[in-house]
């Protein structure tokens, strides 16, 4: 069986990304999934603390069976990201017998340790490419998702800061793009589709674009 490929969207609420999404599903072979609630954090957390007291207990003390932290020093690295993926793969991606490029979007980056947890991602899914999907920030921040917290402006703005901040140093494995200008100009998509090997198909486009997605309607009123 071929090799799968993954791309994950990432952004934050009320982007157009369910959208992005519907897009990229268009391409035949793909099959990018929605929000898991950000399920695969958990998964970063436990391998993070496998590598942590790995670290940090003494190898040769820890190995014997009267120390109470006995077989943390060998916690194997390689066979944690790898079931990592084999289960991730098995419950949240679930790709296809013809499914080539898999993965989701997901509106919850936010954390601190942003950078590290991409980086997990990148472990567990060697290849792995990241589509950062931005919109006008005063019109996310407008929205019923935002409206409710305390100053929904700065706190988009923040957030759209980190992952901006956080991919910058991914180079070739991450690209931007952005709502108001595909939605105006799907034009604009060539260069993901270039980006990410693809052949770009305006009527497919189109079509994605004048159907209902999410809870926003038509994209173009």
């Known amino acids: 069986m071929h ?6 969207v990432m ?3 009320r982007s157009g990304s369910t959208l992005l999404m519907g897009i990229l599903n268009s391409i035949p072979g ?4 929605g929000e898991n609630r950000h399920a695969m954090r958990h998964l970063y957390d436990f391998h993070r603390s496998g590598m942590a007291e790995r670290a940090r207990v003494d190898p040769a003390r820890a190995s014997q069976p009267t120390h109470p932290w006995f077989g943390i020093e060998a916690f194997p690295e390689a066979a944690s990201l790898q079931h990592i993926r084999s ?5 949240l991606l679930r ?6 490029v898999t993965g989701y979007k997901e509106i919850r980056w936010y954390d601190e340790d942003l950078p590290d947890y991409v980086e997990f991602l990148r472990q567990v899914f060697p290849g792995a490419r990241f589509v950062v999907n931005t919109r006008n920030l005063e019109d996310v921040a407008a929205s019923n998702y935002w409206t409710h917290k305390d ?6 703005r923040a957030i759209e800061d980190k992952i901006l901040a956080t991919v910058a140093g991914l180079g070739d494995a991450a ?10 100009d799907p034009e604009v998509l060539r260069g993901l589709f ?3 090997g693809e052949v770009y198909d305006q009527n497919r486009v189109e079509s994605v674009l004048a159907t209902p997605h999410s809870r926003r309607g038509n994209h173009r009123d």
Not at 3 to 8: A, G, K, M, T
Not at 87 to 91: G, I
Not at 95 to 100: G, I, M, N, S, V
Request: glycine fraction near 2%.
């Open 87 to 91: 289960l991730a793969e098995a419950t």
């Open 175 to 184: 690209y931007r793009v952005h709502y108001d200008d595909y939605v105006a």
């Open 194 to 196: 270039d980006w990410l």
């Open 11 to 13: 952004t934050y609420g």
């Open 151 to 156: 100053d929904p402006l700065a706190q988009v």
């Open 95 to 100: 790709p296809e017998h013809d499914t080539r």
């Open 3 to 8: 090799e799968l490929r993954h791309v994950f």
């Open 30 to 33: 793909w099959l990018l999934r």
